[in-house]
């Protein structure tokens, strides 16, 4: 028996747990911590991704599991996938002196410069006094980010001298992102199409999957606050082969050769937030792993076995194995929680009707007395594949009809408006 263990808890651990058991070399899954859906198709346990400890004595304990895969950011950036291989267990994520890539805009944003990648220009602070008086001088719009982990949220758009300071003043004094706002970036801000390109790479080649597009804002028409991902949707029509092939020359090998010429050799999921600009293509962020919710919009579409290309990573032969995609489309709506990305409750029951063309990936749901309930602010992602976005978005808002649960929230133009 041949088994592999998913650490993380939400859609896109699920979308990663389906692609491994489409393997014909994988007989099992297990998950940790999982989510109510995840569930249906792994075993799952109640060992958090932080609590590497229990994380290293389960797989001691599970002899079937042939790799671990950590998809979260926190435990990557914290070296989960280090100990797990000082413990002799085989793991796929990038290691701790990699991931920093993700865990330090100020690393990467330095990174960028050293070595000529495109990117917003921008000044790095430790300093309260010295980021204040700079931004006074600034132009703007004028963007704020907290360097460190902030779940998506540490970066504000300002569009004033009066918004830069009240950023400074939540990121640096009041904390409100904790330390990872000891250190900001004030950054350029940058005007265009978003496009998230995921690749594979082993630190010797890097394969972009299918290109995508995340849906950030709230509301329908990008009203609203920023959030985790209301949806996404693969591929981009924005994204030209030419424009490819231009950002394959001056940012997925640079940046797969910078890491290398650091001493932080990057293998792994390497996501890649673009920003396409009058001036050309431009990184807004990496990602040192699978996106969400852009996941369950690309692994759909991926026509090769996830499990041995992550294989082939971890061994450095990526280049022996053919990554390959469907020739179609795919789109994924996010069904959340009334009030997200703000307070919202939790433990309401939610009813799956008959679905049909599609797929219901789990993201912060539990169950409770046998019932299936919202457990956080994005609940589920409904997944379906088509022969073009329009195909897809309509079979994916057909099955999100068949799903309800109080408050729900969901926006009505993912996939439009491309
Ligand atoms: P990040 O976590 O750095 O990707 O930022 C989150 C979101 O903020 C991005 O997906 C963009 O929508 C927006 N953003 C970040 N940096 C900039 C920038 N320099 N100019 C415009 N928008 C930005
Ligand atoms: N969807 C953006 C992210 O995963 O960070």
Excluded: W
């Amino acid at each position: 028996m041949n088994s592999v263990l998913v650490i993380g808890s939400g859609g896109r651990e699920h979308a990663i747990v389906k692609c491994l058991l489409n393997s014909d070399k994988v007989d099992k899954a297990y998950c940790l911590p999982g989510n109510a859906g995840i569930a249906q198709i792994a075993e799952t346990a109640p060992i958090g991704a932080m609590e590497f400890d229990k994380i290293v004595e389960f797989c001691k304990a599970h002899d079937d599991i042939s790799l671990v895969v950590v998809a979260p950011d926190d435990p990557l950036s914290a070296g989960l996938v280090d100990v797990l291989e000082e413990n002799g267990i085989r793991a796929f994520g990038p290691n701790k002196a990699a991931a920093i890539i993700e865990g330090s805009k100020a690393f990467s944003k330095d990174l960028m410069k050293k070595y000529d990648i495109p990117t917003a220009g921008y000044e790095v602070f430790t300093d309260y006094d010295k980021a204040v008086e700079y931004v006074k001088g600034a132009e703007y719009p004028l963007v704020v980010k907290a360097s460190g982990l902030a779940l998506g949220k540490g970066v504000i758009i300002c569009e004033s001298v009066n918004d830069a300071v009240d950023a400074l003043d939540g990121i640096m004094l009041d904390k409100r992102f904790g330390e990872a706002g000891n250190t900001v970036v004030v950054e350029e801000f940058l005007v265009g199409k978003e496009v998230s390109i995921l690749t594979f790479t082993d630190g010797k080649v890097v394969v972009p999957m299918v290109s995508s597009q995340d849906h950030k804002r709230v509301f329908d028409h990008d009203k609203g606050l920023n959030t985790g991902g209301m949806g996404a949707f693969a591929p981009s029509q924005a994204y030209t082969d030419e424009i490819a092939k231009e950002v394959e020359k001056k940012i997925l090998i640079p940046t797969m050769n910078a890491m290398n010429s650091e001493g932080r050799p990057f293998k792994g999921v390497l996501y890649f937030g673009l920003m396409m600009t009058k001036s050309g293509v431009k990184v807004l962020e990496y990602n040192a792993r699978f996106g969400d919710p852009e996941t369950q919009a690309v692994l759909p579409l991926i026509d090769c076995d996830l499990y041995e290309v992550m294989n082939a990573i971890i061994d450095q032969r990526l280049s022996e194995v053919e990554v390959k995609f469907q020739n179609k489309s795919a789109v994924c709506v996010v069904m959340a929680s009334g009030g997200y990305p703000e307070s919202y409750p939790k433990g309401l029951e939610i009813k799956i009707g008959q679905i049909e063309d599609a797929y219901v990936y789990h993201a912060g749901t539990a169950i409770k007395d046998g019932k299936l309930v919202t457990n956080g602010g994005r609940v589920l992602g409904v997944s379906a594949v088509g022969e073009d976005i329009e195909d897809a978005r309509v079979k994916a808002y057909k099955a999100v009809e068949n799903i309800s649960f109080d408050g729900v929230h969901f926006r009505r133009d993912i996939g439009k408006n491309l």
